[in-house]
């Protein structure tokens, strides 16, 4: 893969650009206005480059968040939600059961890596999207979300 190859976090991201300027441009037209929280950036299943999810697992998936110069998620309180957009966006979604802190992708910066039971996420055997929300408090609004490619795998997958 050459510099200028597009990478999947990079397509994912410039679709998530995309719509907070199409909500922006609703704003300015006095249409209703949606709150889209900024952008984290993750990585899930950070060991894998195809990110295999199982929905039917009864154990957990690992999901990266990568310190940013915007945010630091090893100081800030561990309040995420994982799963599919749907679900996530319905105030749902897998909890953490447990997170550790080590510079995932070797920059100099510790990152967070969080555990999810996967089986809890909402994930359907045709899920190709996960996200991750940071609520700032207990409110759960005005956080902080990002979106990370996934294959389904198992029984019902592909």
């Given at each position: 893969?050459?510099?200028?190859?597009?990478t999947r976090?990079?397509?994912?991201?410039?679709?998530?650009?995309?719509?907070?300027?199409?909500?922006?441009?609703?704003?300015a037209?006095?249409?209703?206005?949606?709150?889209?929280?900024?952008?984290?950036?993750?990585?899930?299943?950070p060991?894998?480059?195809?990110?295999?999810?199982?929905?039917?697992?009864?154990?957990?998936?690992?999901?990266?968040?990568?310190?940013?110069?915007?945010?630091?998620?090893?100081?800030?309180?561990?309040?995420?939600?994982?799963?599919?957009?749907?679900?996530?966006?319905?105030?749902?979604g897998?909890?953490?059961?447990?997170?550790?802190?080590?510079?995932?992708?070797?920059?100099?910066?510790?990152?967070?890596?969080?555990?999810?039971?996967?089986?809890?996420?909402?994930?359907?055997?045709?899920?190709?999207?996960?996200?991750?929300?940071?609520?700032?408090?207990?409110?759960?609004?005005?956080?902080?979300?990002g979106?990370?490619?996934?294959?389904?795998?198992?029984?019902?997958?592909?």
């Open positions: 893969m050459t510099e200028t190859d597009p976090r990079s397509v994912l991201r410039s679709g998530v650009s995309v719509a907070a300027a199409a909500a922006g441009i609703t704003a037209t006095g249409g209703a206005v949606a709150h889209f929280p900024r952008e984290l950036d993750i990585d899930v299943k060991d894998a480059e195809s990110n295999p999810v199982n929905p039917r697992s009864n154990g957990t998936t690992s999901v990266a968040v990568f310190a940013t110069d915007e945010f630091d998620p090893t100081s800030a309180a561990v309040r995420y939600r994982f799963g599919a957009p749907e679900t996530v966006a319905d105030g749902g897998a909890t953490p059961v447990r997170h550790c802190v080590y510079d995932v992708n070797g920059d100099g910066s510790e990152d967070l890596v969080v555990h999810f039971r996967t089986a809890e996420a909402g994930f359907e055997s045709e899920s190709e999207t996960a996200e991750l929300r940071w609520d700032r408090d207990e409110s759960r609004e005005h956080g902080l979300s979106r990370d490619s996934i294959r389904t795998v198992g029984p019902d997958g592909r």
